[in-house]
Nanobody, 122 residues
Framework: QVHLVEFGGGFYQPGGSLRLSCAASGSIFTIVSMAWYRQAAGKERELVATIISGGSTNYADSVKGRFTISRDNAKNAWYLQMNSLKPEDTAVYYC????????????????WGQGTQVTVSS
């Protein structure tokens, strides 16, 4: 079993910055990829950013140039630096990880954090 815990949500003003953190613990052989998703009220969950083991990243168009995803493999942790916040960034943010829990490459499962609320408002 693998547990993901998120940190860093809260209330922020437009133009501000924050950093979300996610830490994974449990039966982890390696984390293949890490991601951040968000879900605004009344909307579907959407992918915000991903980072794979090699370090390649991918971002939603709505956050490109403002958000940066990074990872610390030694700590099984990853982060989302959010700059130039906009009211439309308001959502519950979820971290997610594609975890390989055994030596076989097919021994993988996706896990989710509990979510953390980010509210951007003046």
């Amino acid at each position: 079993q693998v547990h993901l815990v998120e940190f860093g949500g809260g209330f922020y003003q437009p133009g501000g910055s924050l950093r979300l953190s996610c830490a994974a613990s449990g039966s982890i052989f390696t984390i293949v990829s890490m991601a951040w998703y968000r879900q605004a009220a009344g909307k579907e969950r959407e992918l915000v950013a991903t980072i794979i083991s090699g370090g390649s990243t991918n971002y939603a168009d709505s956050v490109k140039g403002r958000f940066t995803i990074s990872r610390d493999n030694a700590k099984n942790a990853w982060y989302l630096q959010m700059n130039s916040l906009k009211p439309e960034d308001t959502a519950v943010y979820y971290c997610s990880a594609d975890v390989q829990f055994g030596v076989r490459s097919y021994q993988r499962q996706v896990y989710w954090g509990q979510g953390t609320q980010v509210t951007v408002s003046s």
